[in-house]
């Protein structure tokens, strides 16, 4: 069974930083595009960025380029989200997210989101 | 503003039909990218219910169904249930990179 399991969010200051994790179990993660995607309270769904299987092409959300750097580490099965310069806006519940690799490259497996609040 | 625009809410009885549509633009379902469907219920990861415009992964039930035509993409659900009252969300891609993944700004299903 696919599993992504999420941890690192909470409470930081405007201006702070936190780093998400995702770590993957029951697939091949190395074989595998993924995507963190965002919910702010009481909005829809927001894609933050994606990075291939090795990590050589990588996508930013202009809401979050060159503040947020995704990565991974493929011998840790793991996904990783660092975030810079949190603002206010980036409040809300991450997602990490596989792309299966068929069928138009839907985003198939989610974690279970971690809630990330910036606020003085 | 979402690029790819959806209604902001619909609305059915139980046993009806509800369609949902997604507008997109000729950067994004008009070139002919896969348009997928998200069901997300409050506090749960969202759950992909429609990929590559009409196909329904294992397990989910064939009252749900996806067509598109041109810009836009439709969802529509059959013999609506109550478990079914949900927000839905389109994806697709786009070629401007400005964003490579989109959503539709969702809609919420209400069962009357």
């Known amino acids: 069974e696919v599993q992504l399991v999420q941890s690192g969010g909470g409470l930081v200051q405007p201006g702070g930083s936190l780093r998400l994790s995702c770590v993957a179990s029951g697939l091949t993660f190395s074989s595998y595009e993924m995507n963190w995607v965002r919910q702010a309270p009481g909005k829809g769904l927001e894609w933050v960025s994606y990075i291939t299987s090795t990590g050589s092409t990588i996508y930013y959300a202009a809401s979050v380029k060159g503040r947020f750097t995704i990565s991974r580490d493929n011998a840790k099965n793991s996904l990783y989200l660092q975030m810079n310069s949190l603002r206010a806006e980036d409040t809300g519940v991450y997602y990490c997210a596989r792309s299966h690799d068929s069928g138009g490259y839907p985003l198939d497996y989610w974690g279970q989101g971690t809630l990330v609040t910036v606020s003085s | 503003q979402s690029v790819l625009t959806q209604p902001p809410s619909v609305s059915g009885a139980p046993g009806q039909r509800v369609t949902i549509s997604c507008t997109g633009s000729?950067?994004?379902?008009?070139?002919?990218?896969?348009v997928h469907w998200y069901q997300h219920l409050p506090g749960t990861a969202p759950k992909l219910l429609i990929y590559g415009d009409t196909n329904r992964p294992s397990g989910v039930p064939d009252r749900f169904s996806g067509s598109r035509s041109g810009t836009s993409a439709s969802l529509a659900i059959t013999g609506l249930q109550a478990e079914d009252e949900a927000d839905y969300y389109c994806q697709s891609y786009d070629i401007s990179l400005s964003a490579y993944v989109l959503f539709g700004g969702g809609t919420k299903l209400t069962v009357l």
């Open positions: 000729s950067s994004n379902i008009g070139t002919g990218y896969s």
